[in-house]
RNA sequence: UCCUCGGUAGCUCAAUGGUAGAGCAUGCGGCUGUUAACCGCAGGGUUGUAGGUUCGAGUCCUACCCGGGGAGCCA
């Protein structure tokens, strides 16, 4: 009998196959049992009757545990009420390992637990969500980039040179020398440029920022572009098309998962070209205007509407509960860590506020954007937008001066709409030798360490350009998700080494 | 490093300073179409640790440990 995959099962309606996998959840009722079984392709529910199984079966099937492994033989049969429209009408089924006392159950459980558990946790269905939209990315991205004629190249992960400090870089013991792990290709991006034209790389990047916020990761995936004869404005195009062609792929072949999630897809049609763009000055003046602090005020008032409206609820609840049926208590148990949740949160924003409201009224020219900052501004519009020509001050050395303000980089970022903050950060190189000895001085950097990299202006400088994609931010805002830890196999951040 | 919230059964959470409870999970029983199935019964606790206040502390105070998310920094 033909063994396949659970994402297969449709055209076999009206066969008799055989599928591998484990035990998701079982319900029992009088000579039935129902299995959701799950094989990394998708869930699938298996009946087995007892008038019709066999007897090694029957027993068998009364008393699997979840997560156990099986194989299981019986007709595909189309049953509407399922999703996906198919489930199978078990025939014989054989226990490859019994698995007992699995310690994910399906209900609700708290971060910390499951994060113990990350190895077992990736088998449920929201992270099996998240990992196939993950992939679905990676791929658009190479698909991309590939079909513009861009030549993927690997950035080395051990350097020997701190581009901007030690203080962020995990250090390690090369055979004696001090070296450390790679905080961005973009130095190495820029070399194989000048010898390929187009590339760009995607490898795992790595700070030792103390960071504990819903948006870091000490190791994570970056895509890095990096394009000879690319001015900011071909940048910036480069990267709206990137970003739509990310968003289209996930509407167009994740629909399923984006569904798992919970995600509001009109969120995601909106990302169509072009842009917002906005350059730093003006963004500052849109931070001082009474029109973020309207948008402030409304948002204040949306929120304290909700609180008072979830701790009606929750005092109505709670004043229910007594009396309520076994069933009716489990789903206000649910609902009231719902709401517990949801209103940390919004207590959580309110107090941060009035923060937000006087660092953006006094925000003064030449500093960086705050995260509140970012937030506020993403706030104001339905789709990504591109902040260019940021103070030189606050931009890496590497960064070309504006040719009409010198005070000004040629940088950019690009701010996921939602409030999900910096995904692209990048811009427009300088290619000027002079230029860069005196950068390099200047940022008392280590002039022998930047010798090869400074022979990129000696030997056919050219203007160039190119920007940074952080991977587990773009899956966090495709997939809606309130924090990065979910968006990679296994999240390293502070504190967090295991599994 | 700072600010802030939290730590009670295997899990998720309740409990005016006054006898520690519920749901899920587990075990047993019931139900032939369940969708986190449902219904009944049972077992399950050094309330993070160490002190203190009190007739009495899960609850109040102090210190420490662990975790959440925010600031700084950043993708």
Not at 169 to 178: A, C, E, M, S
Not at 300 to 312: G, N
Request: glycine share 6%; aromatic share 8%.
């Amino acid at each position: 009998m033909k063994a396949v995959t659970i994402d297969t099962l449709a055209p076999h309606i009206g066969q008799r196959v055989t599928i591998r996998g484990w035990i998701h959840n079982r319900r029992a009722a009088k000579g039935l049992v129902f299995l959701v079984v799950r094989d990394g392709t998708g869930l699938v529910q298996c009946v087995v009757n007892q008038k019709d199984a066999e007897p090694d079966t029957w027993l068998t099937a009364e008393s699997l545990t979840q997560e156990s492994a099986v194989a299981i033989a019986g007709e595909v049969v189309a049953d509407a009420r399922q999703v996906g429209g198919v489930e199978m009408q078990v025939t014989r089924l054989e226990l490859i390992h019994k698995a007992v006392d699995y310690p994910i159950t399906p209900k609700a459980h708290g971060v910390e637990f499951l994060m113990e558990r990350r190895h077992l946790w990736l088998r449920s269905r929201h992270q099996w969500a998240i990992m196939r939209i993950r992939n679905r990315i990676i791929m658009s991205i190479h698909h991309f980039f590939q079909e513009q004629g861009f030549l993927q190249m690997d950035a080395p992960i051990l350097t020997e040179n701190a581009v901007e400090g030690t203080s962020t870089l995990f250090g390690i013991d090369y055979f004696g020398q001090p070296a450390y792990l790679t905080q961005s290709g973009q130095l190495h991006g820029e070399v194989m440029a000048m010898a390929f034209n187009k590339i760009y790389t995607f490898g795992p990047t790595f700070r030792a920022e103390k960071s504990k916020t819903r948006r870091h990761l000490t190791e994570f995936w970056m895509i890095e572009p990096e394009m000879a004869f690319y001015d900011l404005d071909m940048n910036m195009e480069l990267a709206e098309d990137l970003l739509c062609r990310i968003a289209q792929d996930a509407l167009k072949d994740s629909s399923v998962e984006l569904e798992v999630l919970g995600r509001k897809v009109s969120a995601l049609q909106s990302v169509r070209k072009p842009f917002v763009r906005i350059s730093y000055t003006d963004a500052v003046d849109l931070l001082n205007s009474d029109k973020t602090a309207d948008l402030l005020s409304t948002h204040e008032s949306t929120l304290r509407t909700e609180q008072i409206e979830l701790e009606k609820e929750r005092a109505h609840n709670s004043s229910v509960y007594g009396q309520a049926k076994k069933w009716k208590k489990r789903r206000l148990d649910a609902r009231a860590i719902e709401i517990n949740a949801r209103l940390d949160e919004i207590t959580e924003v309110l107090r941060n506020i009035p923060v937000w409201r006087s660092s953006a009224r006094s925000f003064e020219w030449g500093g960086d954007f705050g995260g509140s900052d970012e937030t506020l501004l993403s706030w104001h519009f339905d789709r990504p937008v591109i902040v260019h020509r940021y103070p030189a001050a606050v931009k890496a050395f590497y960064m070309k001066r504006d040719p009409e303000d010198d005070r000004l980089a040629l940088g950019m970022d690009v701010l996921a709409p939602e409030g999900f903050g910096e995904i692209i950060g990048g811009g427009q190189r300088a290619d000027d030798l002079a230029f860069l000895e005196a950068q390099i001085e200047k940022h008392q950097l280590p002039r022998e360490a930047f010798e090869w990299y400074l022979d990129l202006r000696r030997y056919g400088s050219v203007p160039h350009s190119g920007f940074g994609l952080g991977l587990e931010r773009t899956v966090s805002w495709i997939c809606g998700l309130d924090h990065v830890r979910e968006t990679i196999p296994f999240p390293r951040m502070l504190g967090r080494l295991s599994p």
